[in-house]
């Protein structure tokens, strides 16, 4: 059965690091296009390996062992012969901690445009405004785009962050924990931007805690210690688990 | 009970204040000592033969110029292949290298700085030299040259060990936020590591400067010790004499207290100043770079 909304499907994952922690055990799940999908569970239960494994940035990291298949666009991007840059540009990712290049506020925005070979100022003039427009910062900026990036606030940098990655047009954006160093007030803020923006990309968002996921959640995943216990649409999910750890998880039993 | 504890309290109180103040004491004696030494030289010299073209102590000709000349070309040579050379390298260790090569490269980088420099001033005359007189078809292999790559081989290990220090501590989030934009390894490295290393990797190539101008043993073996101002830029591979190296070797059949004596201390103030001056332009870098990381953090 091929869903016409699907983004990505992950088949059979396993991911195994060196020293054995933080592993996936044989996920398979489904992530809609255009919608928000929220990856949630208690801490060490794999949400960031498997962000990290969609745009490949576990690359980096003491993975030991992966297996299954990672289908985006109906490529397997977990071959070995895929070309990582050009897949990081189409799968953009927002931190948790807001992390500024230390550059310009403006060169923090097209430095990705630049890395794939755009030169003209005006063209990097307009994709500059325009992604600093999405994500709401043009307004507190747009006069002092010259200075440098670190200069403004939390909050401020972390929709830099976003800024950046809107800029390189992505189809998918990963969030990893995206407000969990920020203020109420900027989380809101965030949280707000992708509902208005979910209609144009699709967006995997591990939060930071269980009412964000519930909050956020078009479709929802529960992982707990490398297994994916229980997914489906956030509606029922939060409100009508099936599995009895979600249940316990969802409402606060344990985590 | 009481009494003793506080006793020792203050005793070693009174030790670590002593340690603490005594290198402002010492460093504030050589400098008198080296002005009380060296500035009569201005007096008894006059200041165009000071600053003129010839040293030739005998016949009171004390121009220190071919010696500064010296001095900075040596530097400036030793530089130009130390800072590319120290910078390729902690790049490789830090951003490249496997673990194991970096268990290898490391350790033998720091037994290249724990070298005394005159072992490597063996090397610049039994072999540096004779090859350079060879390759470059040169009257002697005791030059400029020479004394510059000698010089480059003592001051590569700090460049090194400091800029790869400032590499590490580039937080490893900035790597992953330039790669998950699609940036290549190799744009990684230039465009956001070292670039955030900036204030280390200058803070390096400062106390390399230092290390270079300072040092004496090796170009005093290697550079030919030819105390004349060159002209053209041949120069590079005629022999030189540096500051350091004319007060090391005359420094022993002076006359306590004449002018040739008063000259030599003159040019240790001198020297001095050049180092204190690259002192402060480091310490200063560095300070700027802390502000900037507090900027960040609050």
Redesign the interface.
């Known amino acids: 059965m091929v869903n016409p909304m699907e983004k990505i499907r992950i088949e059979h994952l396993s991911i195994r690091y060196s020293d054995g922690t933080e592993s996936l055990r044989d996920i398979c799940l489904s992530i809609p296009a255009n919608q928000i999908t929220v990856l949630f569970g208690p801490a060490g239960g794999g949400k960031s390996t498997l962000l990290r494994a969609l745009n490949r940035l576990n690359d980096l990291a003491d993975v030991q062992e992966v297996s299954g298949q990672i289908l985006f666009n109906g490529v397997n991007i977990l071959d070995p012969g895929v070309n990582v840059v050009n897949l990081r540009r189409k799968i953009g990712m927002v931190f948790s901690r807001p992390v500024v290049l230390p550059l310009s506020i403006y060169q923090n925005v097209s430095y990705g445009l630049e890395l794939m070979g755009e030169r003209r100022k005006s063209k990097l003039d307009e994709a500059v405004e325009r992604a600093l427009r999405r994500a709401a910062l043009w307004d507190e900026v747009y006069d002092r785009l010259k200075d440098p990036a670190s200069a403004i606030s939390g909050g401020q940098q972390q929709r830099l962050c976003l800024a950046r990655v809107l800029a390189l047009e992505p189809e998918v954006i990963l969030l990893d924990e995206p407000t969990s160093a920020l203020d109420p007030v900027s989380t809101a803020r965030i949280e707000g931007l992708m509902q208005e923006i979910k209609e144009q990309y699709t967006i995997v968002w591990v939060p930071h805690n269980v009412q964000q996921a519930a909050r956020m959640a078009d479709y929802a995943a529960f992982f707990l210690q490398g297994e994916l216990v229980e997914h489906g649409p956030g509606e029922t999910l939060f409100v009508k688990p099936r599995d009895q750890r979600t249940q316990d998880y969802v409402t606060g039993r344990f985590g | 009970m009481e009494n003793t504890s506080q006793r020792s309290e203050w005793v070693i109180n009174l030790l670590i204040k002593v340690s603490g103040y005594s290198s402002i004491l010492f460093v504030t004696l050589i400098l008198i000592f080296l002005l009380r030494e060296g500035l009569p030289a201005l007096g008894v010299t006059p200041l165009s033969n000071l600053f003129g073209d010839r040293w030739y102590p005998i016949e009171s000709y004390f121009g220190i110029l071919p010696l500064l000349f010296g001095s900075l070309v040596v530097t400036l040579g030793a530089l130009l292949i130390a800072i590319p050379f120290g910078i390729g390298t902690s790049v490789f260790i830090s951003e490249i290298a496997p673990p194991w090569v970096n268990s290898v490269v490391k350790p033998l980088i720091e037994i290249l700085a724990g070298l005394p420099s005159v072992v490597l001033g063996f090397l610049g005359i039994q072999v540096a030299a004779p090859l350079f007189r060879e390759a470059f078809n040169l009257p002697t292999g005791l030059s400029a040259f020479t004394g510059a790559v000698l010089l480059a081989l003592i001051a590569t290990p700090t460049i090194v060990s400091i800029t790869e220090d400032a590499l590490n501590t580039v937080?490893p989030?900035?790597?992953?936020?330039?790669?998950?934009?699609?940036?290549?390894k190799w744009?990684t490295i230039w465009?956001?590591t070292v670039?955030?290393a900036?204030s280390g990797i200058l803070t390096a190539i400062m106390l390399g400067i230092g290390r270079s101008i300072g040092e004496t043993m090796a170009v005093m073996m290697v550079t030919g010790n030819a105390p004349v101002l060159p002209h053209g830029l041949n120069a590079l591979v005629m022999p030189v004499r540096t500051m350091t190296a004319t007060i090391a070797s005359e420094m022993g059949e002076v006359a306590n207290g004449s002018p040739h004596y008063q000259v030599l201390f003159f040019i240790g103030i001198v020297l001095f100043v050049i180092s204190l001056g690259i002192n402060i332009a480091a310490s200063w870098v560095s300070l700027r770079s802390k502000t900037?990381a507090e900027?960040?953090l609050s």
């Open positions: 937080p989030a900035y790597r992953q936020a330039a790669l998950a934009l699609g940036a290549t744009q465009g956001v670039p955030a900036r900037r900027r960040v």
